[in-house]
């Protein structure tokens, strides 16, 4: 069952420099309900991830709103509290030498890195110790984070967006530049986390990322949602292949989909 609302937009638009990323866009996600937004490159998908973060914000106009967790003003603290969030661009931010047990910590600020002014606890420190196990990462606590493969440090990532226990988690192509073997474990993960409560928000062009929990699609093209419902109605061939304006047909099983060309 769907809970509370924890983004509501009306009417939004947004710009990126001189051009805009999302129009006119009308859109309600719930507490409880696991989405994807599906869509190809350029279609938006991160502009609203960063409505979400407060990286963008919308041009202010008569009939439009964006709503967070039931607020139009946001307490930045507050949000961070209630939401992890993964994407290459976090990623990026960290610089190289950073051991890997301070990434996860800084998930308890809401920051990128560790500061003077940040200290940690033992129970965080516990914590996240804890997390980087259950990520199989367990003994790597000192590691510097650029020596970490790419699937280790995405799965770094996850036990910083976690840490805190937030209710959901917001994730931003996650599965990009993995080989299987860190995307299948990646995933896997994922769906323990949807199983165990935390409402899950994947963004991707990607239809082998979508987990067998996911039961709302999102389509969106070119700054618009062109679907809203079902997984099982919106992710078909039919739907996929105007989405991508390519042919495409769609194997499913065990609740997993593949694209292939038709």
Sequence with gaps: MAGAPYLELEQVEAWQGPRPVLQGVDLRLHL?????????????????????????????????????????????????GRMGHVSADLQAGYRPQI?????????????????????????????????????????????????LSD?????????????????????????????????????????????QGTTLLLVTHQLEAVIPEISRAVLLQEGRIVGDGTAEALLTAERLSRLFDTPLQVVQRDGWRQLLPA
């Design 99 to 147: 051991p890997t047990e301070e990434v996860v910590l800084s998930g308890w600020f809401g920051s990128v890195g560790i500061g003077r002014h940040h200290q940690a606890t033992a129970t965080q420190r516990m914590r996240a110790h804890g997390l980087l196990h259950q990520m199989g990462l367990g003994g790597l606590e000192r590691r510097p984070f650029a020596e």
């Design 151 to 195: 699937g280790q440090r995405r799965r770094v990532l996850l036990a910083r967006a976690i840490v805190h226990r937030p209710e959901l988690l917001v994730l931003d192509e996650p599965t990009n530049g993995l080989d299987p073997q860190a995307r299948h474990l990646l995933l896997r993960l994922l769906r323990q986390l949807a199983e």
């Design 32 to 80: 409880g309900e696991h989405t994807v937004v599906l869509g190809p490159n350029g279609a938006g998908k991160s502009a609203l991830i960063k409505l979400l973060t407060r990286e963008l914000y919308p041009v202010v106009q008569a009939g439009s709103s964006l709503r967070l967790f039931g607020h139009s003003t946001v307490n930045l603290w507050e949000l961070r």
